[in-house]
């Protein structure tokens, strides 16, 4: 299901991303990264593009870029060469971008039945401010360029157009953030922009198989703004093709605040980028001793790891994407299983994504390492849980008190006598007194109204200490009330 | 050959300015320069490899070591026009 | 000193002698200064002498303009950086310092190396010592000049397609072109990025391998850089026994001039005399090199050159609009060759001719190389004359492009195969046209890093031709 394209329409979208490479200096010289330093502290005369400078490639971005070839199951080509792209803007020092062309890095990858076209490495460009009206070209008097960010490396991923909606687009995207934050080769910050987020979109006849005339979403800052300004585009070109007209390609600017698409202005001329082989750098040859070295560093991988939870952890669907994508949370699962070995998989992922991510957005969301709570603790609590030795009850408070104050929730449970009321005669004495002390409640459920036996079961609560199942709670006393 | 408007649209991708003059004398002079340079087609050089590097070498890198930059002084140094230190360009009319 | 005048003892002596403590450094760096000073061939942009405040160790060094001198001008011959001073040297500049060699001045060239004649620089053309109405040669017709000249002991140059052969050959001195990557190219302005070498000139052999090899050397800041295994020695042969020299007979049969061709044969002589064999050979696809030069250096120069916008350093002519800022400062900056080779070589990469020509005329290089390898089975060395004719008229050839561009005919095969080649002075002969005489050079060609072969032979050759003539004026120019 779509995002309101009618049934016999279909979108087609792929995706374009730029990923800032995490290493200490820029692709060809050896300026460090920064982000957030004052302008043009970080440049010498290489990413100044000075008369006779040369560049050299950085070995770390060449070792990054083949790890994330590998992580989206790309081959990597045994020999590439760079490539010149030649444009004229401020932002670009030399009026070409150091690139790849015709013979990429990697290509024919996969990841989560989105084909991967290619994978590239590149340079990025300056950083520009357009002085005047509220930054925007148009009306402002002059642009300021920063070299800080230029020659930053860049790995370029460019997908088939294989995403069929704008919700899928916003879940593959971030599935590819999170498959390259583990590799820990990029910090995939999109508002830094250290990743950056292009779709090419079009619409087509359901069950055709030709392409549709795409238009290129730019640059936007956060997936939830991608998915936003595809439905835009799809809605958009559906509605041109309602009315007859057609779709131009065209490049198009969203602007998440209003929701509206901007065409960015044509350019005068279409691009002719002049392509030529970097006379200035050799081929780029990996050898078996590099693929070797990226492919041992490779960490297990959300979607291998989803996988693996689901098949042989037997975690349901939505707790095992969810830990996939949180390497911090499927460590933590990892250590909570090695603690309790009796603990099942499918009960630790609960807490662990439930109860214990709930108590974590109520801290804020705070890194694991600052929360006072070890993953053995957790795998106790949930084992005591999983046991029927503590309430469900007395384990959420206990939880809360774990991350609060760093509590050992077993030696509480001795000391504070919070062990679950195993005894069924003790509970059912427990609710023939509550049952007697609370006609009210008690007739309304047997005149018909089911839902009033809540009170009755607040009160058993309260009475056992919170100690009591809430299950046998209900049970027994559906039995007292005759209820069966 | 090459015609007038060819010029016109290859100085406009060079970013050249050129005077009225200099696009016919450009057109004549290309054309004769692209009649000899043509010879090149009549060669068979079908299954050759282009050479791009004539040295064979491959992988040549560097490691992920910081090296000297320039101060913020040094790099605005040479520059036509300078603002809160960053480079300033008159503005953009169009998109690069 | 054995009573010689420092501006006739070479530059190897001139070390020699400062070394042993006989030469005072300084006192020989202020007698180049003011030969340097006194020069009036246009030979210089920049006279210093830079002495970086280093020791003197030998004789300085005039360097073409063409590379980067920290807080020096370095204008490439072009008006685009008029007043441009780099804030780095260049690698080659780097080891002339560390040698103690301090640079003497910076030489004119032809704008951006594009150029055979030194009529392309934007502040005007050098001279011919022997002629003052003729070219020195180019594009490092300065350097050439200012040595033939006396006003340099020695000189940095670069050849992209015969920018140091062929100007040595015109102005009578030695011009030795490495192999591709012998140099490192950091800090050397960009013309042809696939072809640019640095090179050096000389009044000897020994100068001018004495002066590459302080330079030569692999370089991190250039990925193409190799340096010349094994480094160079002084070269001592005094023969040429068991030297076989390959002459391309076809090649060599268009358009020499009567004067080259006789100074051609009685080197081939020479070389016989010497004990060395001469062996016909062809090099069939040498004649394209042109057509494959004029379309590999422009395509690779249209996107160096790209850089100069106006933007960071250098000529702005200013504008409202960032589009027209770029389109005159380019079109004000640059001179009508570097237009012109811009303009080709943009067409050239250009949407739908890549293959045509780019494409076509990298197989041809393929091809050209390969006759090399060929060649280089049967023979060890090859020889041509390094130019079609002598110094020409300055303003001769400025209306004809294609005509000036022929002056490289027999250096540019080199070049594309980026092996090592030398040209040394043959004698003199008299132009076409009539005239007093002038120099001729010989070009010898050997396989890739094999300049120690080629010095060898080239010295040997050099003393047995005993070209010993300078210019009227000699070193009072
Ligand atoms: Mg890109
Ligand atoms: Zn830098």
Redesign the pocket.
Known sequence: MTEGLPDDLEAVIGLEIHVQLSTET?MF???SLSFGDPPNTH??P??LAHPGVLPVPNRRAIEYAIQIALALGCEVAPRSIFHRKNYFYPDNPKAYQISQYDVPLASAGELANVRIHRAHLEEDAAKMVHIGESGRIQGSSGSLVDFNRA?TPLVEIVTEPDIRSASEAREWGQLLRETVRQLGVSDVNMEEGSLRCDANVSIRPRGSSELGTKTELKNMNSFRFLEKGITAELDRQAGLVASGERVVQETLHFDPGTGALHPLRSKEEAHDYRYLPEPDLVPLAPDSAMLEEARKSLPELPEAKAKRYRDELGIPEAPAELLSVRAELAGFLEAMLAAEPDLEPRVAANWLTGEFAAELRRKGDPDLSEVPVEAAALASLASMAQAKKISHGTAKDLLTRMVDDGIDPVAVVTEEDLGQLSDSSELEAIVEKVVEENPGPAEEVQAGNEKAIGALVGAVMKETGGRADGGEVNRILRQALGLG | MIDRDQVVHVARLARLELGEDEVGALAEELSSILDHVDRLLAVDTDGVEPTTHVVPLENVLRDDVPGE?LTPEQALAPAPSVEDGAFLVPSPKTEG | MAGEPLGMLSACATGEAIGSGELDGAECLAFWAERAGDETLNAYLWTGPDDGGQRIAGAPVAVKDIFCTEGLPTTAGSRILDGYAPPFDATAVTRLRAAGLPVLGKTNMDEFAMGSSNENSAYGPVLNPWDRTRVPGGSSGGSAAAVAAGAAPWALGTDTGGSIRQPAALCGIVGLKPTYGAVSRFGMIAFASSLDQCGTFGHSVADAAELLSVVEGLDPRDSTSTGIPGGLSRPTASDLEGITVGVPRNFLEVGVEQGVADRFAEALKTVERLGGTIRDIELPHAELGISAYYVIAPAEASTNLSRYDGVRYGLRVPADDLVEMYERTRGEGFGPEVKRRIMLGTYALSSGYYDQYYGTAQKVRTLIVRDFEAAFSEVDLIATPTTPGVAFELGAKTSDPWSMYLNDLFTVPMSLAGIPAISIPAGLAAPPEGGPQLPVGLQLAAPAFAEQALIESAHALEAAIGFDERPEGGGDS
């Open positions: 820029k010289c050896g300026c440049t010498c290489v990413c020659g | 930059e």
